[in-house]
């Protein structure tokens, strides 16, 4: 089993939906859980970052997490299709960050 | 003002052959990593340094060899490349090697290099 787990899709949404992404996670002794958002052949890039359980939010974004089932949960309100890429879970380990395998997200005009 | 760069964004190589990849972040970041990311975009660690001195080896073949002269700089070295090292290898690089009460350790990434190996 992987320690970070997501749908990698794709997920294909109209534009204005509100668009949910999840992850699952095994070890639970990490606190720190991040959103990195990756454009096609580009890298990475921090989206949002929350730590232990509750929410988070920043303008469209709402992350969650849910420490008792080991759940992370990004919310995009009024998606629009400059939010179509690539979004990686990811926690913070020791010296390094454990990332999900990512969930390719399409948003239609 | 590039935060951390890499060079080059793109090798085309022959299996056996040897390359390297330059990077250089000017975050004034303590820790530097090697990520590879496969073609269903998964991206693995590969090897943590933290002022110069290595801290993570995640079982990589030997054949990789990475290189820190200075906090700001890390190389990675590939010799005798093989077909299943075709991926994009990212840099990245974070004020600390860990999270903890002063909050969360974000990774800043490179633009990625893209490895293909004939």
């Known amino acids: 089993q992987k320690e970070v787990e997501q749908d990698p899709g794709p997920l294909s949404v109209p534009e204005g939906a509100i668009v949910s992404l999840n992850c699952t996670y095994s070890?639970?002794?990490?606190?720190?859980f991040m959103w990195y958002r990756q454009y096609s052949r580009k890298g990475p890039e921090l989206l949002m970052y929350?730590?232990?359980?509750g929410n988070k939010e920043d303008g469209r974004f709402t992350a969650q997490v849910d420490k008792s089932s080991k759940y992370i949960s990004l919310f995009i309100r009024d998606s629009q299709p400059s939010d179509s890429a690539t979004y990686l879970c990811?926690?913070?380990?020791?010296?390094?960050?454990?990332f999900g395998t990512g969930t390719r997200l399409k948003v239609l005009a | 003002d590039t935060a951390v760069s890499q060079t080059p964004k793109y090798l085309v190589t022959q299996m056996g052959n040897d390359k390297s990849i330059k990077c250089e972040q000017n975050?004034?970041?303590?820790?530097m990593y090697w990520y590879k990311q496969d073609s269903k975009k998964f991206l693995k660690i590969m090897f943590s340094y933290n002022n110069k001195e290595l801290i993570i080896n995640e079982t990589v073949p030997n054949r990789f060899s990475p290189k820190s002269p200075d906090k700001a700089h890390l190389n990675l070295h590939i010799n005798s490349l093989e077909l299943g090292d075709s991926a994009v290898y990212f840099c990245?690089?974070?004020?600390?090697?860990?999270?903890?009460?002063?909050?969360?350790?974000?990774?800043?990434f490179g633009a990625g290099s893209r490895l293909t190996v004939l």
């Open positions: 975050l004034g970041h303590d820790t």
């Open positions: 070890n639970s002794a990490f606190q720190y």
């Open positions: 929350t730590y232990s359980s």
């Open positions: 990245a690089s974070s004020l600390h090697p860990t999270s903890g009460g002063s909050g969360a350790n974000v990774l800043t």
């Open positions: 990811a926690h913070a380990g020791t010296y390094k960050y454990i």
